[in-house]
């Protein structure tokens, strides 16, 4: 290493600025994480990644083997809007879930207007890709598939898969399943079914 280089190493090192933005990001982990984590209610082997993004914890509910990603935000509302997240669920990285947003009348600052606080629910085995928006007030059925980077502003069915901005149904998880599935053999001298022989013609 140069020995300018090596200057400039030690000019951070004692540059009391650099300690303080050390002290900046210990106290943002806190409040971020940190101290809304011991309030989350975590279902058997559900998962947070450690740099996960909280907000108002007591109001935040993971199912049971549910894994959130890396800086996945869940911010629950201050007062009354919750998250609830389902069983066998995985949210990628970057997901956000907001239970809250801004007024929007025209003859006051967003900033001081009273917040929208809603619920939002995601059912059992739901996939969200990374950066999939999630708004207030929306409700995500059992085995919905979100691509990644969409924006969900209306509830969603179960088993839908839905893609764009904002997100649209393009198809149904049982579009998925496997086709052309053989019937089980029947023996030829068996009898027919019951229901088969009375509508057969000529049948009595």
């Known amino acids: 290493m140069s020995h300018r280089r090596w200057r400039g190493v030690l000019t951070s090192f004692l540059d009391p600025m650099t300690y303080f933005q050390v002290v900046r990001l210990l106290h943002y982990y806190g409040y971020s994480h940190v101290q809304p984590r011991r309030h989350v209610t975590m279902g058997e082997h559900a998962t947070l990644a450690p740099n996960v993004s909280l907000r108002n914890g007591a109001r935040i509910t993971v199912g049971a083997r549910t894994q959130i990603g890396e800086r996945v935000y869940l911010w629950a509302g201050d007062t009354t809007g919750r998250i609830t997240i ?49 708004g207030a007030g929306v409700t995500i059925g059992d085995g919905c598939v979100v691509s990644a980077g969409s924006v969900v502003t209306k509830s969603l069915p179960p088993g839908s898969v839905a893609v764009g901005v904002p997100a ?12 052309g599935e053989a019937e089980e053999p029947r023996d030829e001298g068996s009898e027919a079914p019951e229901h088969v022989r009375r509508e057969a013609p000529g049948a009595a």
């Open 86 to 134: 389902g069983e066998q669920c995985r949210l990628g990285p970057e997901v956000f879930v907001t239970a809250s947003d801004y007024g929007l009348l025209p003859d006051q600052p967003i900033a001081y207007q009273e917040r929208n606080e809603r619920d939002v629910v995601i059912g059992n085995d739901v996939w969200l890709g990374a950066r999939v928006f999630i």
């Open 168 to 179: 649209r149904i393009v198809r149904r998880r049982e579009d998925y399943a496997p086709r």
